[in-house]
């Protein structure tokens, strides 16, 4: 019926569906094997159909653009999985459990938008699990706790976003484990690329099937309004061949932080941290093509090294918006103070800030340099090993390793690096006039001591 429907006139579709009933045209609506295009179904039982000359696949990976489609596939690959195994143990893993339930189960494309009105499974937010009538379970898991994931076992899963993990390979290896029910345990990866470790893995992989979607594909399920702004806009661009087009990027031959130092220092936790600090770079304007506003949370350990501990960057928002998130990170992170950007406000930063908090301290800093002179000092204390990332920060990664000698590739303000730049400038550079890397390691060596004096 699928290459019927996809061969025929709009008129002979019309008057197909005028002979079919109430129940049989929700049948059809939600049959996906119909509607779906071929990049979103599901690959054959063996790579290139040969089950002989290479083994069955375990991972179907689904490289896609932004809204190309692919949390629909996962959501339908489950639903199938669920409805054909009686026993079904299906784990749902996502950047964190409300993005697990916000866009696998109760999104536009996700479980329960996907099944037919009588056949819905039963979510249980509580249980954080669904149960079909069946009896086939889903439960939802969070990266953020790979622990979560020791004891329960499965015979599928989904995992969304994976490129985006904060603890991508400890999540994926416990989640490993636990697929050891029925014949033949899958499982299916819907992701935006990033050049992670685990997905370059996953593509060298013998049992691993690759599906790539660029947005495009489904330009006909998208409002004309973000295929005009944001397509246009980023195409051909760095940026747009990966958000978009689905391409796996490797850094950029100028880039000022290499990928693989970032991913060399990583680490899961910081050591004891005897300074933190609130870095913003507020954009001139709001709006949602304004700039974005470059929020980062670094510390500095009791170890002599400094963590980039999380990014709380906002785009489009008003400076009360951007402010009350400065102040979130502060009170959260429990910050010594705040170090601002004060270019393109001057005072009027400062008095926002002080707007949602008062009490809140906050150290003014103006560039006098360009943003590549800025960024050198502090590229260097990576390539030295004195800077760790704590977990994935893939949106500052990204821009930090399409960030080179003329600024990022696309021509966008690095907003993300600005802020990191402040940063750990603050902790490690701040007061040395041109600032020199053996200068930070020795303020990394003295001023634990000092904190630890003052106690």
């Given at each position: 019926?699928?290459?019927?429907?996809?061969?025929?006139?709009?008129?002979?579709?019309?008057?197909?569906?005028?002979?079919?009933?109430?129940?049989?045209?929700?049948?059809?609506?939600?049959?996906?094997e119909?509607?779906?295009?071929?990049?979103?179904?599901?690959?054959?039982?063996?790579?290139?159909?040969?089950?002989e000359?290479?083994?069955?696949?375990?991972?179907?990976?689904?490289?896609?653009?932004?809204?190309?489609?692919?949390?629909?596939?996962?959501?339908?690959?489950?639903?199938?999985?669920a409805?054909?195994?009686?026993?079904?143990?299906?784990?749902?893993?996502?950047?964190?459990?409300?993005?697990?339930?916000?866009?696998?189960?109760?999104?536009?494309?996700?479980?329960?938008?996907?099944?037919?009105?009588?056949?819905?499974?039963?979510?249980e937010?509580s249980?954080?699990?669904?149960?079909?009538?069946?009896?086939?379970?889903?439960q939802?898991?969070?990266?953020?706790?790979?622990?979560?994931?020791?004891?329960?076992?499965?015979?599928?899963?989904?995992?969304?976003?994976?490129?985006?993990?904060?603890?991508?390979?400890?999540?994926?290896?416990?989640?490993?484990f636990?697929?050891?029910?029925?014949?033949?345990?899958?499982?299916?990866?819907?992701t935006?690329?990033?050049?992670?470790?685990?997905?370059k893995?996953?593509?060298?992989?013998?049992?691993?099937?690759?599906?790539?979607?660029?947005?495009?594909a489904?330009?006909?399920?998208?409002?004309?309004?973000?295929?005009?702004?944001?397509?246009?806009?980023?195409?051909?661009?760095?940026?747009?061949?990966?958000?978009?087009?689905?391409?796996?990027?490797?850094?950029?031959?100028?880039?000022?932080?290499?990928?693989?130092?970032?991913?060399?220092?990583?680490?899961t936790?910081?050591?004891?941290?005897?300074?933190?600090?609130?870095?913003?770079?507020?954009?001139?304007?709001?709006?949602?093509?304004?700039?974005?506003?470059?929020?980062?949370?670094?510390?500095?350990?009791?170890?002599?090294?400094?963590?980039?501990?999380?990014?709380?960057?906002?785009?489009?928002?008003?400076?009360?918006?951007?402010?009350?998130?400065?102040?979130?990170?502060?009170?959260?992170?429990?910050?010594?103070?705040?170090?601002?950007?004060?270019?393109?406000?001057?005072?009027?930063?400062?008095?926002?800030?002080?707007?949602?908090d008062?009490?809140?301290?906050?150290?003014?800093?103006?560039?006098?340099?360009?943003?590549v002179?800025?960024?050198?000092?502090?590229?260097?204390?990576?390539?030295?090993g004195?800077v760790?990332?704590?977990?994935?920060?893939?949106?500052?990664e990204d821009?930090?390793?399409?960030?080179?000698?003329?600024?990022?590739?696309?021509?966008?303000?690095?907003?993300?690096?600005?802020?990191?730049?402040?940063?750990?400038?603050?902790?490690?550079?701040?007061?040395?006039?041109?600032?020199?890397?053996?200068?930070?390691?020795?303020?990394?060596i003295?001023?634990?001591?000092?904190?630890?004096?003052?106690?």
């Open positions: 019926m699928r290459a019927a429907l996809r061969d025929s006139s709009p008129e002979t579709i019309e008057r197909f569906l005028s002979r079919l009933s109430p129940s049989e045209l929700t049948a059809l609506h939600y049959d996906f119909i509607w779906a295009r071929d990049d979103q179904l599901p690959p054959e039982s063996s790579l290139h159909g040969s089950s000359s290479r083994p069955p696949w375990t991972t179907w990976l689904m490289l896609g653009g932004r809204g190309a489609g692919k949390t629909r596939a996962g959501a339908e690959w489950v639903r199938a999985h409805g054909a195994a009686n026993d079904a143990r299906i784990a749902l893993v996502g950047e964190t459990l409300s993005d697990a339930r916000a866009v696998m189960v109760e999104g536009v494309s996700g479980l329960l938008a996907v099944h037919p009105p009588g056949a819905k499974p039963l979510f937010p249980k954080r699990q669904l149960r079909w009538g069946n009896g086939a379970v889903a939802l898991f969070s990266a953020e706790d790979p622990e979560s994931l020791r004891g329960p076992q499965f015979s599928a899963a989904w995992c969304d976003e994976l490129a985006k993990w904060r603890r991508p390979q400890e999540t994926w290896d416990m989640l490993q636990g697929l050891r029910l029925g014949l033949a345990p899958r499982q299916v990866v819907t935006t690329p990033r050049p992670i470790p685990l997905i893995a996953l593509l060298a992989d013998a049992r691993t099937v690759l599906t790539r979607v660029a947005t495009s489904n330009a006909a399920n998208l409002a004309p309004s973000f295929l005009d702004a944001i397509v246009g806009r980023y195409r051909g661009t760095r940026l747009g061949r990966q958000e978009l087009d689905a391409e796996l990027l490797e850094d950029r031959a100028d880039a000022l932080w290499p990928r693989g130092v970032i991913e060399r220092h990583r680490v936790a910081p050591a004891l941290l005897v300074r933190v600090v609130v870095a913003v770079d507020p954009p001139a304007s709001s709006g949602p093509r304004a700039d974005a506003c470059g929020i980062i949370v670094a510390g500095l350990g009791e170890d002599g090294r400094a963590y980039v501990l999380a990014t709380a960057t906002l785009q489009g928002v008003r400076p009360l918006d951007w402010a009350r998130a400065v102040t979130a990170a502060y009170r959260r992170y429990e910050a010594d103070r705040i170090v601002a950007e004060v270019n393109q406000g001057g005072e009027l930063v400062e008095t926002v800030l002080r707007q949602v008062p009490a809140v301290p906050v150290r003014s800093v103006r560039a006098m340099r360009g943003k002179l800025r960024a050198e000092p502090v590229a260097a204390l990576y390539e030295r004195l760790s990332h704590v977990g994935a920060l893939p949106a500052l821009e930090m390793c399409d960030f080179g000698l003329d600024g990022l590739s696309g021509g966008g303000s690095p907003d993300r690096v600005d802020a990191l730049v402040w940063a750990l400038t603050d902790l490690c550079l701040r007061g040395q006039g041109e600032p020199r890397v053996r200068g930070c390691v020795m303020a990394l003295v001023m634990p001591r000092l904190a630890r004096g003052i106690q």
